[in-house]
């Protein structure tokens, strides 16, 4: 079960930084009706069997009978070893509670997956049960692909409070519902205690701002003489050290960026999804601090920077992180040598927020047994199925019942304040999470096209005029639907 991951963690479901250009170039070849060329021969959801449930609505057994023989195809992104290890032994499990039932998994690579799914659609061998990042499905489920999940959700009792309730807003529609979050992942900010002690810093508090941001990570670079921005001498073509990992702040690359546009007051689309908000103050205060940061602070390090030094935070290239529970994982995994804490994303004069993401799985109308597919939806985000991914501290689940199986005996600092308390409503800072429009690949495209000379060349200040440019271009996308 892929969660968010640290950056380079290509199966990391979550981690929306990950490289999906792949996909991109695959999507922008299929059209609503490729989609739907052989899709269209799935049986309706009001078609599908009454699955009366024993017991739970989590469970197989349909009135206490044995279901019908049925061979179900399984398709997922899933790295090598423990995660598809885990995979098989939940499968297997569902295989002996429903007698006469197989399910047939194919393990894709990340990019191999993301390239490979429009083309199953669009054929003829459709999968029963797919998997779906937050950040597309709302691609597939506008081009009628996906299977509305709500009326057997209601009809089973499948309460949408079960799962962190933003995570299903991710999978929704107004009120449908595209896919069954299957994991989460609550973003923070990492810290490595060390640098700081080295520098005579504060660690940030749970309460600091922007400006508290920008200040440590500039106060946290250093070129290969330990001098920082603010000290004479300073060579900033020597770069060792940069306060913070590059946070992408545009709406393109992770979920975790509506947290600071949220912070300073504003956000990305309105609440129609009929234009962007990116030429309102707000956007364009969160464009400058990240351009400023890059081309005037030196704090963040460009792509040509990091390439080639494995995760910046955990190879000790940066003094800080945004990230999610499985940094910390991959930190004790590694034995990383330094202490680390976690806090929550700067607040500002919009608020403080604990951004989440996920990947889900969803069901083609295109699929053969969407009843089958159903059942084995609900078997792998049952609570209990749930709980056992946790426990391996890699993935978080999306079901709030299984989250205390993620914390550690002895968790890292501010780990259960982050990641774990606000999903379970036991947090005063709010979460969110963020529903990506349709026609992501072509959005980005136009960000790339007027944001990439104000922070990857650094070769332009205009932030208003690539707002009011990409504005244009982006709204005349959204209402193409």
Request: charge should be negative.
């Amino acid at each position: 079960m892929n969660a968010h991951s640290a950056p380079r963690d290509v199966l990391d479901a979550g981690d929306a930084r990950r490289d999906r250009s792949s996909f991109d170039i695959a999507r922008r070849e299929l059209s609503r009706r490729g989609f739907l060329a052989r899709a269209a021969t799935g049986a309706a959801v009001a078609g599908m069997g009454a699955m009366s449930v024993a017991c739970s609505p989590f469970g197989n057994s349909v009135d206490g009978d044995s279901p019908s023989s049925t061979n179900l195809r399984f398709i997922t992104p899933a790295d090598l070893g423990l995660e598809r290890t885990l995979y098989k032994g939940y499968l297997q499990d569902f295989e002996k509670a429903n007698a006469g039932s197989t399910v047939g998994v194919t393990f894709e690579a990340w990019d191999d997956y993301m390239a490979k799914l429009p083309t199953l659609l669009a054929g003829g061998a459709v999968p029963d049960l797919i998997h779906q990042h937050m950040s597309i499905v709302q691609d597939y489920g506008h081009r009628g692909a996906l299977l509305d999940l709500a009326p057997l959700m209601e009809r089973d009792g499948i309460d949408r409070e079960t799962f962190v309730p933003e995570l299903i807003d991710a999978f929704s529609d107004g009120d449908k519902i595209y896919g069954i979050p299957k994991d989460s992942a609550a973003w923070g900010v990492y810290y490595n205690k060390d640098k700081f002690d080295e520098a005579a810093l504060d660690y940030p508090s749970d309460d600091w701002t922007m400006e508290d941001l920008r200040a440590t990570a500039r106060a946290l670079t250093r070129d290969d003489r330990g001098r920082n921005p603010d000290q004479p001498g300073f060579d900033p073509k020597r770069i060792k050290q940069w306060g913070l990992n590059w946070v992408a702040p545009t709406p393109t690359d992770s979920e975790n960026s509506r947290a600071f546009v949220r912070a300073f007051g504003g956000d990305w689309y309105d609440e129609d999804y009929q234009q962007t908000l990116i030429d309102q103050p707000p956007a364009r205060a969160d464009f400058e601090l990240f351009r400023a940061m890059r081309c005037a602070d030196l704090s963040t390090p460009s792509p040509a920077q990091e390439l080639g030094q494995g995760d910046p935070f955990r190879s000790g290239l940066t003094a800080m992180s945004v990230n999610h529970h499985s940094q910390d994982f991959f930190l004790r995994e590694e034995k990383t040598k330094f202490a680390w804490g976690i806090t929550f994303l700067p607040k500002g004069p919009g608020g403080q927020f604990v951004p989440v993401g996920c990947s889900g799985w969803a069901i083609p109308k295109g699929a053969k047994d969407q009843d089958g597919a159903w059942k084995l939806l609900k078997h792998l985000t049952s609570p209990q199925v749930q709980r056992g991914f946790a426990e391996q501290r890699r993935w978080a689940p999306s079901v709030r019942a299984a989250l205390p199986a993620l914390v550690r005996e002895n968790p890292t600092d501010g780990f259960v304040k982050v990641h774990v308390d606000p999903l379970r409503e036991r947090s005063d800072r709010t979460v969110i999470s963020f529903r990506f429009p349709a026609n992501q690949s072509r959005i980005k495209e136009v960000y790339a096209t007027h944001f990439d000379p104000l922070w990857t060349t650094c070769a332009t200040e205009d932030v208003a005029g690539a707002a009011r440019k990409a504005k244009e271009q982006i709204d005349a996308i959204l209402a193409q639907g």
